[in-house]
């Protein structure tokens, strides 16, 4: 496998809960990945990132997400998976997995994504 892999996503109703998972390599093209995020896309607005790991386990969120979303990875099977609580139609948008060598804000390689649709 040599590509980012995301699944997960669904239709939920506000307040609800949804994981999303990201089969990530830890190479990728020959790039060692040390970083793995997830971003979203909604309808009309720019793609923004949400969360963020890196390969010892640090992490970062965006505000709007923090205390609501978890982001957390699985060394042994190389996944890193986006737990989300307390969903709002906010939160309605393609997810993203996204990957690469450093900056969590620059990711080299992108997934296909996975809609997450919150309705009210």
């Known amino acids: 496998q040599v590509r980012l892999v995301e699944s997960g996503g669904g239709l939920v109703q506000a307040g609800g809960s949804l994981r999303l998972s990201c089969a990530a390599p830890r190479i990728m093209f020959g790039i060692r990945i040390n970083v793995v995020a997830w971003y979203r896309q909604a309808p009309g607005k720019q793609r923004e990132p949400v969360a963020g790991?890196?390969?010892?386990?640090?992490?970062t969120y965006a505000n709007s997400v923090k205390g609501r979303f978890t982001i957390s990875r699985d060394s042994l099977k190389n996944t890193v998976d986006l737990q989300m609580n307390s969903l709002t139609p906010e939160d309605t948008a393609v997810y993203y997995c996204?990957?690469?060598?450093?900056?969590?804000?620059?990711?080299?390689?992108w997934g296909q994504g996975t809609q997450v649709t919150v309705s009210s």
């Open positions: 790991i890196t390969s010892e386990g640090g992490t």
């Open positions: 996204a990957a690469g060598p450093g900056d969590w804000l620059r990711p080299t390689f």
